[in-house]
């Protein structure tokens, strides 16, 4: 898909307000609609530290593969929307991929993955005012609660006041909550159904409303037992894809017929596909959410340089990044 890089560099350097122009003018939707699911395409990583996918390790780092698998998985039927910190909203804003799709703005978190202050996840990316200036249409924020960290308490005090401002604008926010610890000096999040239903307990009694909360959780076993935790409308998040695609597809599909799942937000494991055919893989994620969906001839797409060898060694378990 032909992008104008040059453009984009040129906007950035001599009329930025033409960013601002760019969130105002985008043509919008309602957020529910059709069959009331969602499918969100998610790039909010590398803000957070987190390029690497399988065993490469700057996977994300370039800026203009990234924006161009991204374009290819906004044109893709059944894709509602896009997640980023708002880099990668302007970028995307300013090239014009944003017309029609719902825009998920990332509170980003200030813990960066390997840090020594890495639960420290204060919100450094967008605010819900800026939001709501910009034209966003939903707010999401990430909570690691770790019991052993003090720390927490600032965390969850944040993401109060960050849902209360929501409700008060009527702006959706979505949480992803984890109960996380440090093992052996990483931040490991429990992904255990057990740590997931506390979580989701946790973040489901933040702010002053739950009006406008949703949840956003990982895909784990006895997931029938996770969903019934929570009356809150839930996307389910995709992680890295250091696993079998066949048997992640069959998991999300799995989940994706349980009661209060409205669809999917999902990363690397589509833009950076085992086999590079982004276009088949966010295909393959469309269907699963929308189940009408036709099948949509389409040309095959090439396979990047990069996405051929972002498996090749996959000696780095990034599965329980976020």
């Known amino acids: 898909m032909a992008l104008d890089f040059d453009r ?40 957070r530290g987190a390029i690497a996918v399988g065993g490469h390790a700057t996977a994300m780092a370039n800026r203009y593969d990234l924006l161009e698998r991204m374009a290819l998985a906004l044109s893709r039927p ?26 998920v703005g990332s509170m980003n978190r200030g813990g960066l993955r390997g840090a020594s202050f890495e639960l420290d996840d204060r919100y450094t990316a967008y605010d819900i005012d800026a939001m709501v200036r910009h034209g ?52 490991i999040n429990d992904l255990s159904a057990d740590a997931v239903i506390l979580s989701t307990a946790i973040a489901s009694g933040l702010g002053n409303s739950s009006a406008y909360t949703w949840m956003k959780l990982p895909v784990v076993p006895e997931m029938e037992r996770v969903m019934e ?4 409308p839930t ?44 276009a088949a893989a966010v295909d393959t994620a469309a269907r699963l959410v929308h189940r009408d969906l036709p099948e949509t001839p389409r040309e095959a797409q090439p396979t990047r340089g990069l ?15 976020h």
């Open 8 to 47: 984009l560099r040129q906007l950035r350097a001599a009329d930025p307000s033409g960013i601002t122009r760019a969130l105002a003018e985008r043509r919008r939707r309602d957020v529910i609609a059709g069959d009331g699911r969602l499918f969100i395409v998610a790039a909010d990583h590398p803000a």
């Open 78 to 103: 059944g894709v509602d929307g896009v997640l980023g910190t708002p880099d990668i909203i302007d970028d995307l804003a300013a090239l014009g991929l944003l017309d029609d799709k719902i825009v």
């Open 136 to 187: 966003l249409d939903f707010a999401k924020t990430l909570i690691r609660v770790d019991l052993n960290d003090a720390g927490t308490a600032s965390t969850l005090q944040a993401t109060a006041r960050a849902v209360d401002a929501a409700a008060a604008a009527g702006l959706p926010i979505m949480l992803e909550p984890f109960m996380s610890s440090r093992i052996g000096g990483k931040v």
């Open 229 to 232: 935790a929570t009356t809150m």
């Open 235 to 278: 996307l389910l998040l995709g992680g890295d894809n250091g696993g079998d695609p066949d048997e992640t597809f069959a998991s999300w599909e799995s989940a994706l017929a349980l009661p209060g799942v409205r669809g999917l937000t999902v990363g690397r494991t589509l833009l950076y596909p085992h086999d590079g055919d982004v």
């Open 307 to 321: 996405a051929s060898i972002s498996h090749t060694n996959d000696t780095k378990d990034t599965r329980n990044e």
